[in-house]
């Protein structure tokens, strides 16, 4: 419970200005990395979601991601 007081206190402070800059080269790598993560779920994503259909045995084209080279 003290936690929590202590942290309802913190938000409700008046919030003071910063007068903080973020260059372009900053604000480029936030974006960069928020793509890079939505690249890594989606592809996490469609590597199990094929791994479980071929487990079930649902469809019968194999799964792209398993070729071998």
């Known amino acids: 419970m003290r936690s929590a007081s202590f942290a309802l206190f913190l938000i409700l402070l008046p919030a003071t200005q910063a007068h903080a800059y973020v260059d ?9 990395t928020i793509l890079g993560l939505l690249a890594a779920i989606g592809y996490t994503f469609r590597k199990y979601f094929y791994r479980m259909r071929r487990m079930l045995g649902v469809g019968s084209t194999p799964d792209p991601m398993d070729k071998e080279i």
Do not use: A, E, L, N
């Not at 372009?24 to 960069?32: D, L």
């Open 24 to 32: 372009p080269g900053s604000g480029s790598v936030i974006v960069t």
